[in-house]
């Protein structure tokens, strides 16, 4: 029973396709035998080659404001700190 446990630790190293050849080849020989198992690994590596497949979200200017809304509208305290603009900063004389 102490191998079962030990082969549920691994799926997850599994669908991650983290595993060397000869350990994931004894997961699947053991997966054959348990149904469980089997299912573990199979959802969870469908699940992580679908995450792996999508597009990586896009983080933009309109959506940092809507978020900052949205936070501000469910009464959050949020202080930005945005860098001072070129316009306002004093340019000092070089020495050299």
């Not at 396709?17 to 959802?43: C, G, I, N, R, V």
């Amino acid at each position: 029973m102490k191998e079962q446990e030990f082969y549920k630790k691994l799926v997850d190293l599994y669908a991650g396709e983290e595993l060397a050849q000869e350990l994931k080849d004894e997961l699947e020989l053991a997966a054959f035998q348990d149904p469980d198992l089997s299912h573990d690994m199979q959802t969870l590596s469908a699940t992580v080659r679908t995450l792996r497949n999508m597009p990586r979200p896009e983080f933009t200017e309109e959506s940092f404001h809507r978020i900052l809304m949205k936070m501000q509208t469910r009464g959050l305290d949020v202080e930005v700190k945005a860098p001072t603009p070129a316009h306002l900063q004093l340019r000092l004389p070089m020495n050299g």
